[in-house]
């Protein structure tokens, strides 16, 4: 397949057809933030931290480099007044709603956020839809899935599945930027099928492993 060749950060970069700008600038070693991009799964566009600033046939337009799909000669800059404006103000958006999630503090930190700007809705989800589409992408279990629209919008764990396949997985735990999902399953277990876990307990050390947030107590089976 014939190379494209684009301008990242002033560098040359040679991508494939098909690639997007995201995939073109890592590839290049060139970063670019993002939160609900998963190199596992398909793009999803919804954290839009990702967008850079693109200049073809003399247009200057603001894109989001996880969808965005490479084309020869555009010039993208990955960082701009505008793009550190529209990245400072998203970041403030989502820490309204999980002020701690450590990812967030790091960027806000980086891009001059304030994290009290917007009046806090702490849903401590930020709707990234990395557990839901894992779940169904690669462990195609859709053990949690996202449920309404617009602003109560939410992910939830279906009980019936979750009971089955959860406890033994966890694997969507690491990925939440937020903690959300591991409380989550934790509020379904204990509403909807307390004590009654398919699979036999692991040690809360084995457990601690596998996630990035905080060891979990086995409930007595
Ligand atoms: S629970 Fe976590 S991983 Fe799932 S959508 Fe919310 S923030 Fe993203
Ligand atoms: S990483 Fe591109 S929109 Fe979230």
């Given at each position: 397949m014939t190379d494209i060749v684009l301008n990242i950060d002033g560098k040359e970069v040679k991508a494939k057809a098909g690639m997007t700008v995201l995939e073109a600038a890592q590839q290049a070693g060139i970063y670019i933030p993002t939160l609900c991009h998963h190199e596992k799964l398909e793009a999803f566009g919804g954290c839009r931290l990702c967008m850079v600033e693109v200049e073809s046939r003399g247009w200057t337009s603001y894109v989001v480099s996880c969808l965005y799909p490479v084309a020869k000669d555009i010039v993208v800059r990955t960082r701009s007044p505008k793009v550190d404006n529209i990245r400072k103000v998203l970041i403030e958006e989502l820490l309204a709603h999980a002020p701690d999630a450590p990812e967030l503090v790091k960027m806000a930190e980086e891009y001059g956020?304030?994290?009290?700007?917007f009046a806090r809705?702490?849903?401590?989800?930020?709707?990234?839809g990395l557990c839901v589409r894992y779940c169904d992408e690669?462990?195609?279990?859709?053990?949690v899935s996202f449920f309404d629209n617009g602003s109560v919008r939410q992910i939830a764990f279906v009980p019936e599945v979750a009971k089955k396949e959860c406890w033994e997985c966890q694997e969507c735990f690491a990925l939440c930027p937020t903690s959300y999902a591991q409380a989550a399953y934790l509020l379904t277990e204990a509403l909807?099928?307390?004590?009654?876990?398919k699979t036999p307990a692991k040690s809360a050390k084995d457990l601690a492993l596998k996630s990035r947030m905080i060891p979990i107590t086995p409930v007595a089976m």
């Open positions: 956020s304030d994290r009290n700007r809705e702490a849903s401590f989800c930020v709707l990234c690669v462990k195609q279990k859709n053990a909807a099928f307390p004590g009654q876990r």
